[in-house]
């Protein structure tokens, strides 16, 4: 007789949709294979997800709800067990950030996680090495579903002109990172400047930070160390934090011309003719 891991409903989402998808599964008199040949996937990513060794996918969500008319269930379970799979510390801001009617954001070193193509997040996560970085990756892309919203919250983001230079995961990765910027080019909620290296000086040489705004809640200003994240609600914080963003889109490229700085860096740095860069050797 085949060993049935248990599962504690209760102990986490995960665990959970592990537990429901069993439940469902079996009430409608299906094996796991079968279950996994009519959503085209394998009997064995099946009982993966169903003992929480693996983290379903949006995609898997909605599959499993067609075949087995669960009515949604699955796909709206399957936001939770993302956002449980994001950092601990993390977290209070991913909540914060889904109930934000205005983001603005000012990022030095990397594309804004709200706007990173799958793959982009893919190599910024694994430098952390965790021990679920497609948990993590998936995750990642489950908050960009805030942008989706009929009604988004109004976004604007300034990237340091380093983010564009930086080859995170490669050439190829760059070029559709750039051309997945370029695409909220005339955006109604989302709009991107560029803060060029010729600015010099600027008023967050002190690192990224993000300014949320709500309807009916105090604004909250978020920042990271190395290990953490931070959020406060202090009045003078947020009036500084204001101050200084004004400053970095007065600096910044108009939203025309950072589009047209992306798409000359995208294809003279990255597109098919640009050349490898040459390295010296001290």
């Known amino acids: 007789m085949a060993n049935i891991q248990i599962l504690d409903p209760t102990a986490s989402p995960l665990d959970y949709y592990g537990w429901e ?5 079996e009430a409608h008199g299906l094996t796991q294979g079968q279950l996994g040949d009519i959503i085209f996937c394998t009997g064995s990513l099946v009982g993966q997800i169903e003992t929480t060794k693996k983290v379903p996918t949006r995609d898997f969500s909605e599959r499993v709800d067609a075949a087995l008319g669960t009515d949604g269930v699955f796909s709206r379970l399957v936001g939770l067990v993302l956002r449980s799979q994001l950092p601990t510390w993390f977290q209070p801001y991913a909540e914060m950030e889904a109930k934000a009617t205005y983001i603005s954001t000012y990022q030095a ?7 990173q193509t ?3 997040a893919r190599a910024v996560l694994a430098t952390g090495m965790p021990d679920d970085l497609e948990g993590l990756v998936a995750a990642r892309v489950e908050r960009q579903r805030i942008l989706e919203r009929e009604q988004p919250p109004l976004a604007w983001a300034v990237l340091d002109e380093a983010a564009l230079l930086r080859p995170i995961g490669g050439r190829d990765v760059m070029r559709r990172q750039l051309a997945r910027l370029l695409e909220f080019t005339g955006h109604r909620w989302m709009h991107i400047q560029v803060l060029p290296n010729s600015a010099g000086e600027h008023a967050s040489l002190a690192g990224s930070f993000n300014l949320l705004r709500f309807d ?3 604004d909250i200003v978020y920042t990271e160390d190395l290990i953490s994240g931070h959020m406060t609600a202090n009045p003078e914080t947020i009036r500084e934090a204001s101050l200084r963003y004004a400053r970095l889109q007065a600096a910044a490229l108009s939203v025309e011309d950072s589009a047209a700085l992306i798409a000359r860096v995208m294809e003279e740095r990255y597109g098919d003719q640009a050349q490898p860069e040459e390295r010296t050797v001290a």
Do not use: A, H, K, S
């Open 216 to 218: 009916d809640d105090p």
């Open 118 to 120: 799958e793959e982009y």
């Open 21 to 25: 998808l069993r439940r469902q599964r």
């Open 109 to 115: 070193q990397l594309v804004y996680g709200l706007l």
